[in-house]
Structures are given as structure tokens and as C-alpha cells.
Nanobody, 128 residues
Framework: QVQLVESGGGLVQAGGSLRLSCAAS????????MGWFRQAPGKEREFVCA????????SYADSVKGRFTISRDNAKNTVYLQMNSLKPEDTAVYYC?????????????????????WGQGTQVTVSS
């Protein structure tokens, strides 16, 4: 049984920073790519970023490039999302997800159907 548990969300002023964590259990963590997605009220879920199992390949949405950084600690079975220079439009529920297969092409990282396990989400609110 795979479980993903996010933490670290909260309320922050525009320009501030937050770090989200996602702790995984249930299958060999380093074998799977991990992604972060978000969903704002009234909007569809959107891709934020993803990272290969080894941590060497990353992919970011254009809206967060240069501000957000994804990383992982395979010894701790945890993936992180460091968010800097936050904007009000970053307000959303953030979800981590684990890829379906032990190999996922980075060209598919942005596709939600490439992930089969999702966390419960953590709220991030950025005030102006």
C-alpha cells in the first residue's frame, strides 16, 4: 500500500517562501519519478514540477521556473518543493504524486495520467 503524505503548506505573504515535503511509503522510493501538481479553486489541476527517481532529471512548468525547486532525499523517502518569490497566483492545494512505472520519460512528467498514487494535498495561500 503506497502512501504519500504532504506537509509544509500554510499562509505566506507575496515574495515569501515555503517548503513542502512529501513522505512516501509502500514501494522502492528511488525507483519512481515524483511530481508536484496544484489545483486552485475553480481551476483544473496543473503540473508544477517533477523529478526522476535518481534526482538527475527535472521538469518545471514555465510559471514556476526560476522560483521553485524540486528535490528528493531517497534515504528518507521524501520529495521536497522549495517555493521562493511566491505570488498570489500560486495559491492552491498542492499534491505530490508518484509515477506509475519505474521508468517514466521526462517528456511525460506533466501528464497526470502518468501517476498512480497521490497525496491528500496541502493548502498554500499567498496573500498580496
Amino acid at each position: 500500500q503506497v502512501q504519500l503524505v504532504e506537509s509544509g503548506g500554510g499562509l505566506v505573504q507575496a515574495g515569501g517562501s515555503l517548503r513542502l515535503s512529501c513522505a512516501a511509503s509502500g514501494r522502492p522510493f528511488s525507483s519512481y519519478a515524483m511530481g508536484w501538481f496544484r489545483q486552485a479553486p475553480g481551476k483544473e489541476r496543473e503540473f508544477v514540477c517533477a523529478l526522476s527517481g535518481s534526482g538527475t532529471v527535472t521538469s518545471y512548468a514555465d510559471s514556476v521556473k526560476g522560483r521553485f525547486t524540486i528535490s528528493r532525499d531517497n534515504a528518507k523517502n521524501t520529495v521536497y518543493l522549495q517555493m521562493n518569490s511566491l505570488k498570489p497566483e500560486d495559491t492552491a492545494v498542492y499534491y505530490c504524486a508518484q509515477s506509475k512505472w519505474t521508468y517514466t520519460s521526462s517528456s511525460n512528467y506533466a501528464r497526470g495520467d502518468q501517476y498512480d498514487y497521490w497525496g491528500q494535498g496541502t493548502q498554500v495561500t499567498v496573500s498580496s
